[in-house]
């Protein structure tokens, strides 16, 4: 179990997170669409999350998202590296009605980010722009080469939980014990 915790004049977050777990979550950030999409993300990736988030709400919901991402990221960059006897890539197509979105991951502890998804609009007060700035924290302080593309939709929420899901199962899937696989660099390390 991987224990964080976070706080800034904008933001007050803990995380418990098991990366080997069975998908429980208790997610408590004061936006209920997030949470909603939080809660995908455990439950296709397996993972046990418990993030509670205190932010400035009444400025609007970037602090609060952004800083989730940093946290998140963090705890999995401690639960993932240094990598042994798993896969490493991971991808997935997830659908959702009309929308279909993919996601190719790399636990490369190299953190890239290309998200090509829907930047304006919203779903209820949730600012869909929120979407990338939430990935791209992940990612960075993951330690994850994370590429999320739209392949077709318009709908956003529809949109949005697919690109959680297709993220959860790719990461599910890099996380894959490979006991062949020993340490999957050429390098010797990640």
């Known amino acids: 179990m991987i224990k ?54 009444n400025v609007d919901f970037h602090h609060s998202v952004e800083d989730c991402g940093i946290v998140l990221g963090s ?19 997830v659908v959702m009605d009309e929308a279909a979105f993919s996601c190719a991951l790399d636990l490369s502890n190299r953190a890239f980010l290309v998200f090509e998804g829907p930047k304006v609009g919203k779903v209820g007060e949730f600012d869909i722009e929120l979407l990338e700035e939430f990935f791209r924290a992940v990612a960075f302080n993951a330690g994850i080469t994370l590429h999320l593309t739209k392949l077709r939709g318009q709908n956003l929420h529809h949109l949005s939980e697919a690109a959680f899901k297709s993220f959860a199962i ?20 990640l």
């Open 75 to 93: 705890a999995l960059r401690e639960a993932i590296y240094p990598i042994k006897k798993i896969e490493r890539f991971g991808d997935s197509v």
């Open 4 to 57: 964080k915790y976070r706080k800034t004049k904008e933001t007050e977050i803990s995380v418990e997170l098991e990366i080997c777990g069975s998908g429980n979550a208790e997610i408590d950030t004061g936006i209920g669409f997030f949470d909603h999409m939080l809660e995908s993300f455990t439950k296709h990736s397996l993972i046990d999350l418990k993030l509670i988030c205190k932010g400035d709400l």
């Open 170 to 189: 790719a990461l599910r899937r890099a996380l894959s014990k490979n006991e062949r696989a020993e340490i999957p660099s050429t390098k010797g390390i």
